[in-house]
């Protein structure tokens, strides 16, 4: 058992909730027992190392069956080093290492995708990973994080998915322009959601939505520049009939996301 906290190797895992850390070792963290379910049932191969209180395997001996089943070996840790090698306060008993696995964006629009999510200049660690998170559940084939969005394996990104970082493929690094491009040349249309835009209802009226879509989620505080809303096809706002001043990135990309959904499957 690991039950030192400041030995090496706790040291290296800690390191992985820090941005160079990940682009060195290219590995990052998995904390909790639903992440780490959810790597094992659908990508088992990119868990490194496995770490668990005697505790959490015992009360989740669901995951042993998987890890075992996977070959891949649990090793105990106290839970004074389980918390040194965490990056929340409580990770309920288990800290993976996995493999970081972007998905090329040739790849992603070779695959004749109908509804695809992208974040250009999302910052919010917790909006990325709630926004993928609601792809996954709107049926997308796809998430691209283009411009400056925050890292895809920043540990509170990586949380706030729930397990969907390992149900669709997300690509990383992408330019806004030429993920427009390749969307375009597979015969997707491009919608933006910003607070320009027209009522999205107009689009719904108008039945763009049942069309092969990616939608464009831009920055929580300055949303899409005047440059980059000229690249798409359709710049569309979600309506607030209450009295609520503005309405929450991840909760808008959702409703957005779902309408494409629906009328796909209308």
Request: charged share 25%; hydrophobic share 45%.
């Amino acid at each position: 058992m690991l039950d030192n906290p400041r030995s090496p190797r706790v040291r290296a895992v800690a390191k992985l909730a820090k941005r160079p850390a990940r682009a060195e070792t290219g590995l990052f963290l998995l904390e909790g027992p639903q992440a780490v379910e959810e790597a094992l049932a659908f990508r088992p191969e990119l868990v490194v190392d496995l770490f668990a209180t005697p505790t959490a395997l015992e009360r989740y001996p669901e995951i042993a069956r998987a890890a075992s089943d996977a070959g891949i070996e649990v090793e105990f840790v106290s839970e004074h080093v389980l918390d040194a090698m965490a990056d929340t306060v409580t990770p309920q008993g288990f800290v993976a290492v996995a493999r970081q696995f972007p998905t090329s964006i040739r790849d992603i629009f070779a695959g004749s995708p109908r509804l695809v999510a992208v974040l250009e200049e999302v910052r919010d660690p917790g909006n990325a990973g709630t926004i993928i998170r609601a792809a996954d559940s709107a049926g997308a084939d796809a998430v691209v994080l283009s411009g400056r969005t925050v890292d895809l394996y920043n540990p509170k990104v990586v949380r706030s998915t729930t397990g969907s970082l390992f149900h669709l493929p997300v690509a990383v690094g992408a330019d806004l322009a030429d993920v427009v491009g390749r969307a375009h040349t597979a015969g997707l249309q491009v919608l933006a959601a910003d607070i320009k835009g027209e009522d999205l209802l107009s689009a719904r009226r108008d039945g763009e939505l049942t069309r092969p879509t990616a939608w464009v989620f831009g920055n929580e505080a300055h949303g899409l520049d005047d440059e980059l809303l000229g690249l798409v096809d359709r710049v569309v706002t979600v309506p607030i009939y209450g009295k609520a001043e503005s309405m929450n990135l991840a909760t808008a990309a959702s409703v957005c996301l779902y309408e494409s959904a629906f009328a796909q499957r209308s």
